[in-house]
């Protein structure tokens, strides 16, 4: 064990030494955009449109890019790299109808493209500094199962919408593995006892736990140091600054039975016992901060944002002169860099009164406050004219549903902007990606527009850029969307609950502890929706992604209206209808699992594949390292979260569950047929164990090659369920 981490130990050294990118490498080389351009469209994409690098273009420091022509081809021109590759995705979506998405993140067989010439110049000036990106809970309930190749075409979709500032906390693991077993006597297997494993390493990061899902191989921190560079160096190649972890004096709760150094306790969340902190105003406090931001800077480089949030969710701070604590806390940060004027990004998520205290404590022009759930609810008048970034929350554990708030968003970002003057940017906050992307595209193209754009006038031209040709159909159906899920007013967090999903009840209310299966909307809207987008008949990626999350929305919808026959019947006594409705509700299920395996980016095994494909980055890992990947972790994510305790008295249980191909088959189905198989009676033992059961069971295999045709799918889906 000594001999191995010995050679971890030089690994790390030899790729602190390499990184050497920090928050004052600008690129300016026009290279970059060409390589971007080829790795979205394949060779001689960048030939296709052509590009030029002009800074003087800028206004006041802000980005600017131009549309024209130059030889006969579309030619974008900008004020920096990020503002060169906004321009190209503003000239693929309103010229070439081209919408370049999650779900299909590359361009087919480019030369069958047509790249019209445009007739005359079009400006655009971005009136956001900040454009951020992702939210702690993202690097568990997304990416968490990434691959560099994965990650690889996120960066690019991130220059394409001008982020500048995306959070980036891969490599975490890495930095406290170091940090602990360098600085403070640890062993390799002690810090290991600390960190979380794969999937659950948000809430590690956050403070909230320690432990879970590891302990994680020596090849993992090998694979994290290696990847941590690649992300930090593309985001700097294409002009971004990533948002790296700060220190708040998180430190693993025997910290003092090790060191000796006392340390707060901070409780526990859901039942997980948390990490304590160091009382930041204690000189071990500025010490150990020291060293993290020394070991920072050798993984990941420096930046000018560096984010931390005090205090999560419900922390203690008993003993601790909370205002004190914010003023050291950014005074380690800010010395640690004297060359760089970093800012201490900030979340603002359900604030006690001790929390507001940093306003107090850190100057303005170096706090940027994330306003974390902004379509839902704001705060700018509370934040005491420290700048702040107009965020949009669409989802919660990654859970299952088509939902937004796409008036309210247009709205309200340029109706906060009048109103506000200390907001200075958008941004993205979901706690998962990968669906209703629809949000993400209007959202980052707010802060260039001048004027608010006509929402309706908006959804009418995505149409024709989402699915590269006008139809009148999918224009139709988009507009009863805008107006029905698409139009959340209230502070519903994430998409209703889709009841199929939920531990069996006929009272279903919920499926996540926090969550709520009514439905805002008019359901026949969907349901039409649905049915004109099938009735458009287009061919393409875009086309068959949408038409199947808006039909799987529709079943849900239906199954929430038929559990509820389901019980009228049962309470009248009506036993042959409620065995019709019954055996109607279970079939719906397999029916929506057939429909969902048409399509990967629907599929469970998409999720267990990426997981397992994880160790084969690396030599000498083994077949069950790729089941702890999918098991302990991919698995166990979306269904229990933790152990028994954690997911019945902590709440956590089906926090992020998925409506997927397979997962319904296999997981949701079990449930409900054991309910009524059972006069309608759970296990003796509870849900739990059969949860768990499913999580663990390596003899579950899932692929993530599509079955049958979707349009072919749903039509005899439409002909059994009479919709």
Request: charged share 25%.
């Amino acid at each position: 064990m000594r001999n191995i981490y010995v050679l971890l130990s030089l690994f790390f050294l030899i790729i602190s030494f390499q990184n050497c990118a920090d928050a004052l490498t600008v690129s300016h080389d026009l290279q970059v955009v060409s390589d971007f351009l080829e790795r979205m469209g394949g060779d001689g994409a960048s030939e296709m449109i052509l590009t030029s690098l002009d800074e003087s273009l800028s206004e006041d420091g802000k980005d600017v890019f131009v549309i024209a022509s130059k030889d006969d081809k579309p030619y974008v021109k900008g004020s920096s790299i990020l503002a060169i590759t906004t321009g190209i995705n503003w000239y693929l979506n309103h010229y070439a109808n081209i919408n370049i998405s999650w779900n299909h993140l590359t361009i087919d067989d480019i030369e069958n493209h047509d790249f019209p010439v445009p007739i005359k110049k079009e400006r655009h000036v971005c009136d956001a500094d900040h454009r951020y990106y992702l939210n702690y809970c993202t690097f568990s309930y997304s990416m968490s199962v990434w691959t560099w190749e994965r990650w690889e075409k996120e960066i690019d979709w991130m220059a394409l919408h001008g982020i500048n500032m995306p959070l980036q906390i891969v490599g975490l693991d890495v930095v406290w593995k170091r940090l602990l077993t360098e600085y403070y006597n640890y062993t390799s297997d002690e810090a290991d006892e600390f960190i979380a494993g794969p999937c659950f390493q948000a809430w590690w990061g956050m403070n909230n736990l320690e432990g879970w899902g590891g302990p994680n191989p020596d090849w993992w921190y090998e694979r994290q140091a290696v990847l941590s560079k690649k992300i930090c160096d593309r985001m700097r190649e294409l002009g971004m600054q990533p948002v790296l972890p700060g220190f708040s004096g998180m430190v693993p709760s025997n910290f003092t039975e090790k060191t000796g150094i006392s340390s707060n306790s901070q409780g526990e969340w859901c039942g997980f016992k948390r990490p304590h902190i160091l009382d930041p105003n204690s000189e071990a406090f500025e010490t150990m901060a020291a060293n993290y931001y020394k070991v920072l800077e050798e993984v990941m480089g420096t930046s000018a944002y560096y984010s931390m949030d005090p205090f999560h969710e419900g922390a203690n701070t008993e003993g601790i002169d909370v205002a004190a604590a914010y003023k050291a806390i950014a005074d380690a940060m800010f010395a640690a860099n004297d060359d760089i004027d970093e800012k201490w990004v900030i979340q603002y998520w359900q604030w006690n009164s001790d929390q507001y205290k940093v306003l107090d404590q850190v100057e303005k022009g170096k706090l940027v406050i994330l306003d974390l759930f902004s379509t839902a609810h704001t705060h700018f008048e509370e934040y005491k004219g420290h700048d702040a970034v107009y965020c949009m929350l669409p989802n919660f554990g990654g859970r299952s549903g088509f939902m937004g708030r796409f008036n309210g968003l247009i709205e309200g970002y340029f109706e906060n902007k009048k109103l506000h003057h200390n907001i200075k940017g958008v941004g993205a906050t979901p706690e998962a990606i990968g669906s209703v992307p629809v949000l993400y595209d209007v959202l980052f193209e707010l802060p260039w527009h001048e004027t608010k754009p006509d929402a309706k006038e908006w959804m009418k031209n995505y149409t024709v850029s989402r699915y590269g040709e006008e139809n009148a159909l999918a224009q139709q159906a988009w507009e009863l969307l805008r107006n029905s899920a698409l139009n959340c007013t209230t502070q519903l967090q994430g998409p209703h609950e889709a009841v199929i999903c939920a531990r069996p009840s006929l009272s279903v209310d919920r499926v996540s502890s926090w969550g709520g299966t009514e439905i805002f909307y008019n359901y026949e809207d969907v349901k039409k929706a649905a049915q004109l987008l099938l009735e458009a008949d287009i061919e393409g990626e875009n086309y068959n992604y949408d038409l199947i999350e808006i039909s799987r929305q529709t079943m849900t919808d239906h199954a929430y209206y038929l559990l509820k026959e389901i019980k009228k019947s049962y309470e009248e006594n009506d036993n042959e209808n409620y065995e019709r409705l019954r055996d109607e509700f279970l079939s719906l299920i397999l029916d929506l699992d057939a429909l969902l395996n048409t399509d990967e980016n629907f599929m469970l095994g998409t999720w267990t594949e990426m997981a397992r494909a994880i160790a084969d980055e690396v030599e000498g890992a083994t077949e069950s390292d790729k089941d702890w990947l999918e098991l302990n972790n991919a698995r166990t994510l979306i269904t229990t979260w933790g152990d028994e305790v954690n997911a019945n008295r902590g709440g956590l249980r089906d926090y992020s569950y998925r409506a997927w191909g397979g997962m319904l088959k296999d997981f949701y189905y079990p449930r409900w047929k054991y309910y009524f198989d059972n006069n309608l009676q759970e296990p003796s033992e509870g849900w739990f164990e059969m949860e768990r059961k499913w999580a663990l069971d390596e003899s579950l295999k899932y692929f993530n090659i599509p079955q049958a045709d979707t349009k072919e799918v749903l039509i005899n889906i439409k002909k059994a369920h009479h919709f």
